[in-house]
C-alpha cells in the first residue's frame, strides 16, 4: 500500500515564525504536491512537483515556497507564518506510469498560527 | 469560473437508503479524468472511484456509482444503501489532460453527508 506521512498533525505558531511541513511517501512516486484545505473552500493547490528539484506553482502559492532534494520528500516551507495561514495542508503523491493517476494523500497537517 | 462546483453543502440520508452527491463540471479539454474522494472526520482523504472522459460505461466500486452524463458535464456520485459509516466529507476532482497540468487534481468544494440512523 502507498503511505504518505505527514510530519505532525498539529502545529501551533506565531505569527511571524517559520514553518516547516515534512511529507515522504513510499512508493517511488513522481509527482508530489501540497493542497490547503479550509471550509467552503475545498482543496487548493499550493504547489507541486514531479520530479527531484522541479516545482510548480499551483493556484495559491504566495507565502509559501518548497523543496524537494530526494525523490520520496516534499516540504512546504511558510516563510514567516500569518494568521491567514491557519488551515489544514494536506500533502499528496501520485504517478502516471500506472492506473489511474490518482491522489494518494497523507493524514494532514493542522497548522494554527496565532 | 469553477471548474468543479458541489451545489450541496450538506445531506442527510436515512441508513440503507441510496443517496446521490451531485458534481458538476467545467472543461474544454476532450479528455480528462473525474475522481471522488471521501474524507471522514478523522481526516485522511480515501480515493472512492474514477471516470474517464472516454469511458463508455459508468464507473461502479461496490456501493459506489458514478452517473456519468458527460454532454451535462456532470458526474454525481450514488451511493447505494448507505451506512452510519458513510457519514463523511466528500469531494468531487477533476484532472485535465490537455489543457491543465496532466498530474494535479482540482477539488470542489465537498458536500458533508449525514447518514441517520
Known amino acids: 500500500d502507498v503511505k504518505v506521512t505527514q510530519s505532525s498533525r498539529y502545529l501551533v505558531k506565531r505569527t511571524g515564525e517559520k514553518v516547516f511541513l515534512e511529507c515522504v511517501q513510499d512508493m517511488d512516486h513522481e509527482n508530489m504536491f501540497w493542497y490547503r484545505q479550509d471550509p467552503g473552500l475545498g482543496l487548493r493547490l499550493i504547489y507541486f512537483s514531479y520530479d527531484v528539484k522541479m516545482k510548480e506553482k499551483g493556484d495559491i502559492p504566495e507565502g509559501y515556497s518548497v523543496s524537494r532534494e530526494k525523490k520520496e520528500r516534499f516540504s512546504l516551507i511558510l516563510e514567516s507564518a500569518s494568521t491567514n495561514q491557519t488551515s489544514m495542508y494536506l500533502c499528496?503523491?501520485?504517478?502516471?506510469?500506472?492506473?489511474?493517476?490518482?491522489?494518494?494523500f497523507g493524514e494532514g497537517s493542522r497548522l494554527t498560527v496565532l | 469560473a469553477q471548474k468543479i462546483t458541489q451545489t450541496q453543502p450538506g445531506m442527510f440520508v436515512q441508513e440503507k437508503e441510496a443517496v446521490t452527491l451531485d458534481c458538476t463540471y467545467d472543461t474544454s479539454d476532450q479528455s480528462y479524468g473525474l475522481f471522488w474522494y471521501k474524507q471522514p472526520s478523522s481526516g485522511e482523504m480515501i480515493f472512492l472511484i474514477y471516470?474517464?472522459?472516454?469511458?463508455?460505461q459508468n464507473a461502479t466500486e461496490g456501493r459506489y456509482s458514478l452517473n456519468f452524463q458527460k454532454a451535462r458535464k456532470s458526474a454525481n456520485l450514488v451511493i447505494s444503501a448507505s451506512q452510519l459509516g458513510d457519514s463523511a466529507m466528500y469531494f468531487c476532482?477533476?484532472?485535465?489532460?490537455?489543457?491543465?497540468?496532466?498530474?494535479?487534481?482540482?477539488f470542489g468544494s465537498g458536500t458533508q453527508l449525514t447518514v441517520l440512523p
Open positions: 499528496a503523491s501520485s504517478t502516471q506510469r500506472r492506473g489511474t493517476g490518482e491522489l494518494f
Open positions: 471516470q474517464g472522459s472516454y469511458d463508455e
Open positions: 476532482a477533476m484532472r485535465e489532460v490537455l489543457s491543465g497540468s496532466a498530474r494535479q487534481l482540482t
